[in-house]
């Protein structure tokens, strides 16, 4: 079955640093994949996703590549903010499966320090 | 837009008590919507598929009888816990399917966290 696996957290980094947030993917067909956020308190929010092997998902500075060879759909950012410090969920849909259900990753909490 | 909200935020029950929570897509139709359980610092697990007009499609393990939900329009799901333990305390989140594009994208509703004494 489709799976997919983050970097374990918790991540702590110190505000302006560099962000990398592995996630691997196991699936049967051509999944589309997505880079979820949590705040505390509240549902998630789509940060960014990607259709097809080497397209580029971005937004808000986050970037994530589509890598069909490595099935990976690693999250990063240049410069992260204190307002980044949220829990972050890879996941993946396979469009193929009817309801296009979501399966998601462990999550990633990441705290940023000022 | 593709904004979805959940009602209540926040719940507190007594055991052997059902509580019912909502799901509503504010500006647009959805005839499938999911809900998740998500334990502390923990990832979402789905428990079911919505669909309006039609029976839930339950996941495995997750009974049918204790979470009953219903999707009576295009813009509303309910899940009601029946009969709720303090097992059942976690926060729900529901989402919204928007099937206008590609991929089909899922909007969450903001959670409800329900506590069972």
């Known amino acids: 079955g489709n799976s997919v696996t983050q970097m374990e957290g918790p991540v702590t980094l110190s505000e302006e640093a560099f962000l990398t947030i592995n996630c691997t993917y196991t699936a049967t067909g051509y999944p589309s994949l997505f880079w979820y956020v949590q705040y505390p308190g509240e549902g998630l929010q789509l940060l960014l996703k990607a259709t097809k092997a080497d397209d580029k998902g971005s937004n808000k500075g986050f970037e994530a590549t589509y890598r069909k060879e490595t099935t990976s759909f690693h999250l990063e950012k240049g410069s992260v903010q204190v307002s980044d410090s949220a829990v972050y969920f890879c996941a993946l849909s396979d469009q193929g499966q009817g309801a296009q259900k979501l399966v998601f990753g462990q999550g990633t909490r990441l705290t940023i320090n000022p | 837009g593709a904004v979805v909200s959940q009602h209540p935020s926040r719940v507190i029950c007594k055991s052997g008590t059902s509580v019912k929570i909502e799901c509503r897509s504010l500006?647009?139709?959805?005839?499938?919507m999911f809900w998740y359980r998500q334990f502390p610092k923990q990832s979402l697990m789905l428990m079911a598929t919505?669909?309006?007009?039609?029976?839930?499609?339950?996941e495995q393990g997750v009974e049918k009888d204790k979470f009953l939900i219903n999707h009576a329009s295009l813009t509303l799901s309910t899940l009601t816990v029946t009969s709720a333990h303090p097992e059942d305390s976690s926060f729900y989140i529901c989402s919204a399917m928007v099937t206008s594009g590609y991929p089909y994208e899922q909007y969450f509703g903001p959670g409800t966290r329900l506590t069972v004494t």
């Open positions: 919505s669909n309006e007009g039609s029976k839930a499609t339950y």
């Open positions: 500006d647009f139709q959805a005839t499938t």
